[in-house]
Structure formats: structure tokens, C-alpha cells
């Protein structure tokens, strides 16, 4: 829980939003930015690479480099002596790997730009490239630059993966797995269920968004069987998503399980890939599960995570695939609150080895944990030792290499950074690799750190707050070169914010940033702009680049509003007591921080005027705005952005983690936004998108009749077909126009 237009002014004046120019003067002889500009294809800084992947044999890495629109682009490489030439031309790539901004239907678009789902892979032999053309797959020959149709069925084929000799090809079309030779040509559908509830070997809506679960198959490492995951979703509710710009409106049906109802049922089977009956797998007796990840240990044998539905209790299983006999091997519990689920699990080269991450300790750290190879099911796995510790977060393990030594990534001596770091797998020599203070990984977090098979090189996406992205081809002490850089700033003369610390009630450090005017009023006071996201699913503050949101706030400084941002306790980076503090509870904790904050700044900037401040956010940064504006007097103004406000009707997984479940935690769930419109304090503008299958437009629909009961006038403006992001340039540039002359009007 992380865009012509139609508007709809409900309970208020009718106003007029026009959509000319917004500049500002290039004073000082800085060059003028425009929100045209901030949000055109592109932006200031220009697209960067995408879909970065080494060759499996380490020679090379390869991505693909477009132009601002997105329609014209090329497949790169650069070899190890850094290098880099054209892969597959621009006139090959059009066909073979369409942009996302080819395709029409807005859930698609964002399914593919959220989830990062790649536009090609590495065939083993790494001559040759696999595209996924919008549903039809390409086998493409290096050699002679020619591609050959894999498949041409009407229905798309999504998620194809090589066996790991190349020889064959899996894919999943209409909720059922398949399987191609490469050579014949061949054809075998593997699973054959026609009930449309029944997804083998796909990733459904809710365990994608809230599991963070990429795929639901995998080839054994001999490439003769499959295992996978089936979900039944037959008993989860489904949410219309209404198309309303056809003369005959269609809804589509979106299964969307919330707090309470059923989860789609999930177990995991084998088959051979050549066909043949499943072998279900039998883990744990309660059936109300998650299975967010599994995998081959090696050929035969398997592991899979199985988390109750509390969340609080998480357990690895060892299974021998072909008889399904399987044994609990080990299991984290955390009873107060929850267990995090990550991709940290990795059996090493040795085969009787594994890595695990935990934050029993505090923080998340890495384990590694030793078993019996022979007897893999004879005996729980034994800790060994912690190979990480100290008051950081470990966010992802980036490769192991061959001599013993974990490279991963973490915010170790700064909760606002992300640094590469490396430690042996005897706990010693912790050392930091990458060396910039800043962030090692792409703003929007679609291309992390990428190593090399062998982990002697890497590739690093970086940028800070004032730096925007570049990639480099690193090794791995750290030397790198850049390939790619973004188009200079320089001649824009943008602010850098002030980094700044406050304390929560109870003495927790909060960690703020405020942008200031670079050339304030020399009388009166200067209004200020909170910016808020505040859910444990992202932070602000960060020391990276900020993207179109950092310049639009760029853009509010040059009009004389200075801009604030503070993380309060319940987002993540920080300790597992910050992280959940807002447990049982959203909007209590988290806005008596902001609240805490905003009046620490206030005592310190005298400059900045009390009495016309304002708030926004997205997302749960909408939700928090709307809970700050009717429950404290605080805000003159605010803008809430595709908002939760009722916890009842967002998703099941997310929600009951946090919240725990309805029947357990009525109280907390009956205390919605929206029950408490009728204190509503400040001009609020509401904003959604129709077709947002994230939050639904029900929620803002269900806070503008409380809103209307409750007798308050605001503005309402909705975005037809657009999801979540209300992407697109023409629709993101319309919004924030609209939200500039919502705070120009109120605070000045």
C-alpha cells in the first residue's frame, strides 16, 4: 500500500481548474521549472535504464534504454572491459519488447511498472534472449539478430522462465502452466483446470501487492519437474472495477479479499514437466494460510514459508518432493506484532546451509543456520551463528560468493541511506562496499543492486537527495565506472533541505526534512506544506533522489511556501519497537508525532507561520492527511490522494498485519476517517482514480456522503480509469496543477 478529466465538485462551490502554464521566474539566474516540465515523459532528468540483467555467464550485463516518450529504445550491453554497444536494435526492440506506455488498459500498465515485470531474459546459454511481447513470447538469436514466435495463442502467456538446461520454456496462460521445447516446438499443457477461481502457478492481486510475491513456479534444478503454487479463490469476494468511459459502462470483477473474509486457499503441488498428475504437498493442518515463498533446496527436495493468518507465526518446511512428506525444520514467531517475509532464505553452495533473516533481536538481521544434507528431514535446522547485528536494517541479500563472503544491502550507520555491505559467513570483516552517502538502488525501486553469477561485479544504481540517478558497473571492492548518467540539474539551482531531528513523546528520534525559500519574504511569515506518508509501508525522509515529488516540492519553495517531511514511528527502517508502535491502531501514534514535530519546528523557525500550514499525502499519505484534519485544529488546508478511509474495506493481508482481525479489534476497525467526519477542520480537496484496484474509489466515495451527512463543504475531483498513480503526463499534470492553486488559494 504504496492520473479529458471529469471533476466532480461535491457538498461546494462549483470552481474552475485551469490547466495553463504554472511557472516560476528564473530568479537569480536559475532556469525556470514548470510542473509541465516536472511531469513530462521523462521529466528534467531524463529515463533511465530498465530491466538490468547479467548473461549467465558473467561476461556481460544488459538494459534497456529508451528515450523520454518511451516509444524508441534499445537493448544495451556492457562487457567487462566496460564497454557497451548496441544488443538488439531499436527497429528489433519495437516489436519484441513494446514500452509500458504502449499499453491501453491503465490496471495492465500499472500491474507491469509496480511489479517490474521484465521485458526479456537471459536464455542459460546466454546467446540468446527471451521477449514477453504483450502476452506473446520471442526467442531471439544473438548470433543472427533473427527472432522466432514461441508462441501465438490468442489468450497472453505471462511469466516465462527456461528450464535450466534452455532446452524448454514454461509459462502460465489462462490460470494454467504450460510448457514448450525449444527445439520442437512442442506444446504440453501441464495443469488443465477450466475453473477461472483456480490459479496454477500465478500470482494473484493480493499476494503480489501485499507479499511482494513475483511468481508462483519453479523448475527443479535437473529441469524435470515443477513445483507450484495453487490458489483457489473461490470463496474471496470480488470488488467491481467500473470502465465508466464506454457508452455501456463494463465493471470487472477484481477478487479482493478484506479483513475477515477468506483468503484464497493455497497449496503447493509438483509435476513432472513432461506431464502427468500433481503430487500435492502437505505442510501445516491449518488451512487458513499464506505461502508467500518456496523453492528448491536441490533436485527432489524442497522448502516452502508458511505464515498463519495472524501473521505472527512463520514456518520454514523442508518437503521431499516425491512422496510430499515434509518437516517444520524451523519457525519464527514474533506473538506481539508481526514476522516480516523477505528473500534472505538462500541454501549455499554447500548444500547444507542456509541464510535467514530475522528481527527477533530488534532489528533485521542475518542468520545463517546449518542442516543435515543426507537427512534434510531428520532434524530442525541448527543456528550457527548471527552474522549481522547492531541498530540497522537489513533490507536484501545481494549475492554470495564463492569464497564465503554475503554481500547485502542495508542503512547501517544512517536510517536515510541504502549501502551496500559485505560480512563473511563466519560473522567477521563487515565491511561497506559501496562508498557514496546516498541511496544504492533506482528512486522508484525498480532496478536494485544487481551482482554478477560469480558476485565479483555488480551493478549499482545510485543517487541523494541532490543527485539525481546514474548507473555504474562496479566491482566488488567497490571500484565503478559510470554507464549512464542523468541530464544535469545544475543550471535549475534547486534547494537541498535541511536535515533536521525531533522527538516523539516518548524521546524516539524522529528523523524531518524542510525545504526552505531560497529567498523568503523580507516581511511576514513564510506558509508551510507538510508532506505526509507516515504507513509502514515507505519512508520520506530518505537521502535520495526524490523524483517528481521532490521537484514539485522544488517548485512550492520557488513560490513561497516552505515544504516539511517527518517519519513517525510506524514506517519502516528503523527498530522493530519504531515499526510497531502503530500496532492494533493506524492514525493515533503516528499523527501525535507529526503533531510533536510540527510544533519543534515551529519553536525553531520562527520564520514559518502557525497559523497557514497545510497537509498532504498519498496513499496512506492521503489516509494520515484526512485523520489529521478531523482529529486535530492543526491545518488550514489539505490534499488526500486515493485514501484508505475505512480499514474494513482495504485488503486482508495488509491491513489485518497491522490491525490484527475485525472480530479481535472491532474497536480500532469501527474507528474509520470517515465516522469522524463531522470534525473536519480545513479546506480539503479529495482525489481518486475510478479504476484504482489498490484503494478503491469506495473509499472516497463512502468519506464524501460522511462528508455531505456531516454538513462540510470540500472538493471532490476523480480521474477516470486511472489507478492508483494516476499516471501519465497529461493527468499528473492537471492534478498538481490542481493541488498548487488549492494551497495558493488557502494559504496565501
Excluded at 503430487?279 to 493442518?285: I, N
Aim: a negative charge.
Amino acid at each position: 500500500m504504496k492520473r479529458l478529466v471529469l471533476s466532480l465538485i461535491v457538498g461546494c462551490l462549483a470552481t474552475s481548474f485551469g490547466v495553463a502554464q504554472s511557472t516560476t521566474p528564473a530568479d537569480s539566474g536559475r532556469k525556470a521549472l514548470t510542473i509541465e516540465d516536472i511531469f513530462a515523459d521523462g521529466s528534467i532528468t531524463g529515463r533511465g535504464p530498465e530491466s538490468v540483467q547479467w548473461s549467465p555467464d558473467g561476461n556481460r550485463f544488459s538494459f534497456v534504454q529508451r528515450d523520454d516518450s518511451g516509444e524508441h529504445g534499445e537493448l544495451w550491453y556492457v562487457d567487462s572491459s566496460g564497454e557497451k554497444k548496441v544488443l538488439v536494435s531499436e527497429a528489433k526492440l519495437a516489436g519484441l519488447a513494446p514500452s509500458a506506455e504502449s499499453v491501453k488498459n491503465e490496471r495492465e500498465k500499472e500491474r507491469i511498472t509496480r511489479y517490474h515485470v521484465a521485458a526479456y531474459q537471459w536464455a542459460p546459454d546466454s546467446q540468446h534472449l527471451l521477449f514477453d511481447s504483450q502476452g506473446q513470447l520471442w526467442l531471439y538469436a544473438i548470433d543472427t539478430g533473427t527472432a522466432v514466435q514461441l508462441t501465438a495463442d490468442p489468450d497472453a502467456s505471462g511469466d516465462p522462465k527456461f528450464a535450466p538446461d534452455g532446452n524448454q520454456i514454461a509459462y502460465v496462460r489462462k490460470h494454467n502452466l504450460f510448457v514448450r521445447g525449444i527445439a520442437d516446438g512442442r506444446e504440453r499443457q501441464l495443469t488443465k483446470d477450466k475453473d477461472e477461481n483456480l490459479l496454477n502457478g500465478e500470482v494473484d492481486w493480493v499476494y503480489a501487492e501485499e507479499l511482494e510475491v513475483r511468481s508462483n513456479y519453479f523448475w527443479s534444478p535437473n529441469g524435470k519437474e515443477i513445483a507450484f503454487l495453487q490458489m483457489d479463490e473461490t470463496r474471496v469476494p470480488g470488488y467491481p472495477i467500473t470502465d465508466y468511459m464506454p457508452t455501456h459502462a463494463h465493471a470487472d470483477m477484481e477478487k479482493f479479499p478484506q479483513p475477515g473474509d477468506p483468503n484464497p486457499a493455497v497449496r503447493l503441488g509438483v509435476i513432472s514437466a513432461s506431464g502427468g498428475k500433481t503430487r500435492w504437498v502437505s505442510t501445516s493442518e491449518d488451512q487458513d494460510i499464506y505461502i508467500p515463498r518456496f523453492g528448491w533446496v536441490r533436485d527432489g527436495l524442497l522448502w516452502a514459508e508458511v505464515l498463519n493468518r495472524h501473521q505472527n507465526e512463520m514456518d520454514l518446511y523442508f518437503i521431499d518432493a516425491a512422496s510430499g512428506r515434509s518437516r517444520r525444520v524451523l519457525s519464527e514467531t514474533s506473538p506481539e506484532d508481526w514476522v516480516k517475509v523477505g528473500d534472505a532464505f538462500r541454501v549455499l553452495r554447500s548444500g547444507d546451509h542456509f541464510l535467514w533473516s530475522s528481527w527477533r533481536d530488534g532489528t533485521t538481521q542475518l542468520y545463517l543456520y546449518s542442516f543435515d544434507k543426507e537427512n534434510p528431514l531428520g532434524a530442525d535446522a541448527k543456528l550457527e551463528r548471527q552474522l549481522t547485528q547492531g541498530d540497522f536494517e537489513v533490507f536484501a541479500v545481494d549475492a554470495v560468493d564463492d569464497a564465503g563472503v554475503v554481500y547485502f544491502t542495508c542503512n547501517k550507520d544512517d536510517p536515510r541511506q541504502r549501502q551496500i555491505f559485505s560480512v563473511r559467513l563466519d560473522g567477521s570483516a563487515v565491511t561497506r562496499v559501496s562508498q557514496e552517502a546516498g541511496t544504492h538502488e533506482s528512486p522508484d525501486r525498480t532496478e536494485q543492486i544487481v551482482f554478477s553469477p560469480d558476485a565479483k561485479r555488480y551493478v549499482d544504481y545510485y543517487s541523494s537527495v541532490m543527485t539525481p540517478p546514474r548507473l555504474a558497473s562496479c566491482t566488488s571492492n567497490g571500484t565503478c565506472w559510470t554507464v549512464w548518467a542523468s541530464r544535469s540539474i545544475e543550471d535549475y539551482g534547486l534547494i537541498e533541505p535541511s536535515n533536521l531531528e525531533f522527538r516523539a513523546e516518548d524521546g524516539t528520534r524522529l528523523y524531518g526534512q524542510l525545504l526552505l525559500p531560497a529567498e523568503p519574504k523580507p516581511t511576514g511569515k513564510t506558509p508551510l506544506i507538510v508532506f505526509v506518508y507516515g504507513g509502514p509501508a515507505d519512508q520520506v525522509v530518505r537521502n535520495v533522489w526524490q523524483r517528481e515529488t521532490g521537484l514539485f516540492d522544488q517548485l512550492l519553495a520557488r513560490r513561497g511556501f516552505a515544504v516539511f517531511a517527518v517519519d513517525n514511528r510506524g514506517t519502516p527502517g528503523r527498530d522493530r519497537k519504531f515499526q510497531t508502535a502503530i500496532r492494533h491502531q493506524f492514525g493515533a501514534v503516528e499523527l501525535k508525532d507529526q503533531l510533536s514535530a510540527l510544533d519543534q519546528l515551529l519553536q525553531e523557525y520562527a520564520q514559518l507561520d502557525r497559523d497557514r500550514v497545510a497537509i498532504w499525502g498519498w496513499s496512506n499519505g492521503g489516509s494520515m492527511t484526512l485523520y489529521a484534519m478531523t482529529h486535530s485544529e492543526a491545518f488550514r488546508a489539505g490534499v488526500s490522494v486515493a485514501p484508505v478511509t475505512d480499514w474494513r474495506i482495504y485488503d486482508s493481508i495488509y491491513t489485518e498485519r497491522y490491525m490484527g482481525l475485525p472480530q479481535e479489534n472491532a474497536a480500532a476497525y469501527d474507528d474509520s476517517i470517515s465516522r469522524a467526519a463531522g470534525r473536519l477542520h480545513g479546506s480539503l480537496l479529495l482525489v481518486h482514480g475510478t479504476s484504482d484496484d489498490n484503494v478503491h474509489v469506495q473509499n472516497s466515495i463512502e468519506m464524501v456522503q460522511a462528508l455531505i451527512d456531516a454538513g462540510k463543504q470540500f472538493r471532490f475531483m476523480v480521474y477516470p480509469g486511472k489507478t492508483h498513480g494516476i499516471s501519465g503526463s497529461v493527468d499528473r499534470t492537471h492534478l498538481f496543477h490542481m493541488v498548487e492553486d488549492h494551497f495558493e488559494r488557502e494559504l496565501k
